[in-house]
């Protein structure tokens, strides 16, 4: 792909500035519309009506099993996530740049459809990079909130889903599978991708919360990372893969080579330091820098897929302290430098680490009765569950002011809303106004006037060597990014 520069670069980042101000607006807008409607129905509701509501709300609680801490932990951690990635997304380079110093690098020696693929999401992205730019950032931002604000089990598992969706979208097509195709995957510089790692966390937010108040969710959980650090083992092991030797006919080579190209970018003196004695030491002393990274993955791999508490408590603190090291020497924090679109890889797996570590001690759920949690459901469940099988009486005035059964429920269900179920509409709203430019960037394969004043080019589908360098020069990841 071909990056704009000079006058048509400045002129598209000024266009993406001003899209996401007026989207920015209009979700502001549907925040307001929300709030008041919610705050209507609530007052509309008579005190008869809203003692009989409070039965309904009573019998539906009755009986539902409350949020793990492993889940929450997990849940409010991957909202984070996603909002931080989608406040990266609004950068103003990541219109004209991220298709040639990020999307098509990613895919540089990876086979023939695996280039296809992205060089074909490259091209949707230039044809139309406003669009596709700010319809990312409102994606990941709404499914942040979502998650953050999602407190009803059956929406945060909706949001799981979601999660998982967008997260295969950006590992298939901006992260090239994570780079699993390309040569010199390693898991130090990021494999198997950090959006795999926002999936795997889609997933199991998607469980029913039964399943997280029995330790084996997080026994399985903490073997699947330990499998994943194993194989990984195994390949940062493999002769032949350069990472055993530190130079190569006296230049870095390999892992030096890379970590002393992300120390190269733009970041705080203190990271390009770190960074850069990181490369220094893997390039002077690179057999055992990689025998030390061969070991602890192999090790802390191993008691992970055992499953047994003794070595896997110890294991997951370990593989921890692993992915925080990793993160800050080798991976220079993931998202410096003004293209980076997440923290890399090592801070969502240690999340599914710490969650995993929560869930292997979790015990069993208890009943949510009424508005507190105690053993057993009280004895007016069956009058409270009578109560919701009863339709509510409303007046006549009411009738005439809303009239039509349809309204009259979404206005009862409105006024019932707690402000978490407000904040997922609103989240929900926020999602669906990045999915409408993103896919109409997808299906429209003419080029966008904002794509026009950017490059008078057409794209070139397919990453080039040239571009491969540029992007380890000036993206934030060198292999599986």
Request: glycine share 10%.
């Amino acid at each position: 792909m071909i990056a704009p520069s000079g006058a048509a670069s400045a002129a598209l980042a000024a266009a993406f500035k001003t899209a996401l101000l007026n989207e920015g607006e209009l979700i502001f807008f549907i925040f307001v519309l929300l709030a008041i409607a919610w705050v209507a129905c609530r007052e509309l509701l008579l005190a008869k009506a809203r003692a009989r509501l409070v039965l309904r709300l009573a019998a539906r609680r009755a009986g539902r099993v409350p949020e793990a801490a492993a889940r929450r932990v997990l849940r409010i951690g991957v909202g984070i996530l996603w909002i931080f990635d989608g406040l990266l997304q609004a950068q103003p380079t990541m219109p004209g740049d991220l298709p040639s110093h990020v999307i098509s690098p990613a895919a540089a020696g990876s086979p023939g459809w695996v280039v296809h693929a992205v060089g074909w999401a490259a091209a949707a992205w230039s044809a139309h990079p406003v669009e596709a730019a700010s319809g990312a950032v409102w994606i990941q931002l709404g499914i942040g909130v979502w998650l953050l604000s999602a407190a009803s089990p059956r929406w945060s598992r909706v949001a799981g889903l979601v999660s998982t969706g967008w997260g295969l979208v950006v590992w298939t097509f901006g992260e090239a599978f994570g780079g699993m195709f390309a040569p010199g995957v390693s898991w130090l510089l990021g494999a198997p991708g950090a959006a795999l790692f926002y999936c795997v966390a889609g997933v199991l937010l998607a469980l029913p919360l039964a399943a997280w108040h029995d330790p084996r969710l997080g026994r399985g959980v903490l073997r699947w990372s330990g499998a994943v650090m194993l194989a990984f083992a195994v390949l940062q092991a493999w002769p032949g893969r350069g990472f055993w030797q530190g130079t190569w006919h006296g230049r870095p080579h390999s892992l030096a080579a890379d970590v002393g190209a992300m120390a190269a970018s733009r970041q705080p003196v203190v990271m390009h330091r770190l960074v850069s004695d990181a490369s220094s030491l893997a390039a002077s002393h690179g057999f055992a820098v990689n025998l030390a990274a061969v070991i602890a993955l192999a090790v802390t791999g191993s008691c992970l897929l055992s499953g047994r508490a003794a070595l896997a408590r110890p294991a997951a603190i370990v593989a921890i302290a692993l992915c925080v090291t990793d993160w800050v020497f080798v991976q220079d924090l993931g998202f410096l430098g003004g293209l980076g679109t997440d923290p890399n890889s090592m801070v969502p797996q240690a999340l599914l680490l710490t969650a995993g570590l929560l869930a292997l001690t979790a015990g069993p759920a208890p009943v949510i009765a009424d508005f507190g949690i105690v053993d057993q459901a009280p004895a007016d469940t069956a009058s409270a569950s009578a109560a919701l099988a009863r339709p509510v009486q409303t007046p006549a005035w009411r009738s005439r002011r809303l009239p039509g059964r349809a309204v009259r429920g979404i206005g009862i269900a409105l006024g019932m809303a707690s402000t978490s179920s407000v904040l997922t509409l609103w989240a929900g709203a926020m999602v669906l106004l990045g999915v409408v430019p993103m896919a109409m960037a997808t299906v429209q394969r003419h080029p966008a006037p904002a794509a026009a004043i950017a490059s008078g080019h057409p794209p070139v589908i397919g990453p080039s060597k040239a571009a491969a360098a540029d992007g380890r020069a000036e993206g934030r990841l060198p292999g599986p990014r």
